[in-house]
């Protein structure tokens, strides 16, 4: 069954460090998300690309976080620097439909800022 | 973009059924309702979507009345591997400027020996 990867699966990190988060979505979906999920609380969606465009990036702290995915097909969120608050579940989803079907989410990375 | 409310948790036993209903009075006429299981360090995962009346497959059934102002998702006889947060998210099924399919927080599910 096809999977989307992501990569690293964990990341320690210190505060104002640059980190970066990698995701493979399913071949063939061309809609892709971001989600940041902090302990206990629901996911939240950080930025939505529609091929290699961004469709939303309403909630993406701009300052600090950077997402591309420049052929269409994997994408990198970045966070440059790291800040204690940014400890959480980055999940990565994909899907066929834009915006709504079903999703399919990766495993996550988790980022611990210290 | 409607907004869902649901019970914070609930418990259950082995083998018992776990329904578990989802608020979402402000749905618009081409929202769907999908729900998704999470489980610890793990992203979450669909288990269901409906419009409308029931929807049925092979892990649960989805109640949607005539209104669409609520919604229940049914866990047959559930077992200790079916404790996890279940999400209810209601949004169109191609996205729109400005809409946004949302997770709340969910409700969590523990199931007892």
Known sequence: EAEVAQSPRYKITEKSQAVAFWCDPISGHATLYWYRQILGQGPELLVQFQDESVVDDS???????????????????????????????????????????????????????? | LAKTTQPISMDSYEGQEVNITCSHNNIATNDYITWYQQFPSQGPRFIIQGYKTKVTNEVASLFIPADRKSSTLSLPRVSLSDTAVYYCLVGPMIKAAGNKLTFGGG?????KP
């Open chain 2, 107 to 111: 409700t969590r599910v523990l199931v």
């Open chain 1, 59 to 114: 909630q993406l702290p701009k300052d600090r976080f950077s997402a591309e995915r420049l052929k269409g097909v994997d994408s990198t969120l970045k966070i440059q620097p790291a800040e204690l608050g940014d400890s959480a579940m980055y999940l990565c989803a994909s899907s066929i439909l834009r915006g709504g079907g079903e999703l399919f989410f990766g495993e996550g990375s988790r980022l611990t800022v210290l």
